[in-house]
């Protein structure tokens, strides 16, 4: 296990046998979160959400509330509203 000291500043320096073996270069994010044990956990964001949207086509049609309850109540054999 490493130790990562907290600087004055509030960063962090993370060891390079950890960065190495995540494939974490300079720039890189982490997306942070504590864990129900009081535990801070550190996950490399391989995508930016936005990137997830980038090249997605164009929407051309619009649906309305009530077409998209018509259409999830189809898919799941409910009733047509």
Do not use: C
């Not at 600087?7 to 073996?21: D, F, N, V, Y």
């Not at 949207?53 to 018509?70: C, Q, S």
């Amino acid at each position: 296990m490493a130790t990562i000291t907290l600087t004055s500043k509030g960063q962090l320096t993370i060891p390079r046998q950890l960065r190495e073996a995540l494939g974490l270069a300079p720039g890189a994010r982490l997306q942070a979160s504590i864990d129900r044990n009081g535990r801070l956990v550190l996950v490399p964001s391989k995508y930016e959400p936005e990137d997830l949207f980038r090249n997605r086509p164009k929407v051309d049609r619009v649906l309305t509330i009530h077409d998209m309850d018509r259409a999830i109540a189809l898919a799941v054999g409910g009733e047509d509203t």
